[in-house]
């Protein structure tokens, strides 16, 4: 059975102080690791697909990274706007995505 | 990516009665899931809408509870049967252009059962 495990549940931070969030996996055959943005009362908003150990991703100010076991979503002199839940997910042979229970970031000015 | 609306965005209802939630995406999609997220919790899975062909539904979820059409490439429908308050979630429909490509979300739709 597939299994994400997210870390810290909840982090908050200052504005411009960067850091960096877990997401642990157990997955049969991995297809992909998705990380998704979620502001409150509203959908997840697709942010990166990795496919491959060693592989890295960047948009703005977020950098998501993959190992065989985890992956980590680096923000960089966060901003208020980046306060949302950032949720991981997995996809092995079953095809179905396996969600973590999420992060929820808080960024104050 | 995909754009995709669901109807109605909310709603209130009373024990016992049923709600059917909509699903429509600006273009032909190959695959169509439907998943439910309640209160402080992740998503969960509910079933994958096939095409032309009975949904597949998730362990735990059944069809009596929970039955899906999908009459064409563009559209579905989630209807949540004899709800009871456990059943007050958000409901979101996501979609994938190709089998194993990234899946997009629509909005959700937030129900609350008094």
């Known amino acids: 059975e597939d299994q994400v495990t997210q870390s810290p549940e909840a982090l908050r931070l200052q504005e411009g102080e960067s850091s960096s969030l877990n997401c642990s996996y157990t997955v049969s055959g991995l297809r992909g690791l998705f990380w998704y943005r979620q502001d409150p009362g509203k959908g997840p908003e697709f942010l990166f697909t990795l496919y491959s150990a060693g592989e890295e991703k960047e948009k703005e100010r977020l950098k998501a990274t993959l190992t065989k076991k985890e992956s980590f979503l680096h923000i960089t002199a966060p901003k208020p706007e980046d306060s949302a839940t950032y949720l991981c997910?997995?996809?092995?042979?079953?095809?179905?995505?396996?969600f973590g229970e999420g992060t929820q970031l808080t960024v104050n000015p | 990516s995909a754009v995709i609306s669901q109807k109605p965005s909310r709603d209130i209802c009373q024990r016992g009665t049923s709600l059917t939630i909509q699903c429509q995406v600006d273009?032909?999609?190959?695959?169509m899931f439907w998943y439910r997220q309640q209160p402080g919790q992740s998503l969960t899975l509910i079933a994958t809408?096939?095409?032309?062909?009975?949904?597949?539904?998730e362990s735990g979820f059944v069809i009596d509870k929970f039955p899906i059409s999908r009459p064409n490439l563009t559209f579905s429908t989630l209807t949540v049967s004899n709800m009871s308050p456990e059943d007050s979630s958000i409901y979101l429909c996501s979609v994938e252009r190709g089998a194993g490509e990234t899946q997009y979300f629509g909005p959700g739709t937030r129900l609350l059962v008094l």
């Open positions: 997910a997995v996809q092995g042979q079953s095809s179905r995505l396996t």
């Open positions: 809408a096939n095409q032309g062909s009975e949904a597949t539904y």
């Open positions: 273009s032909q999609v190959t695959m």
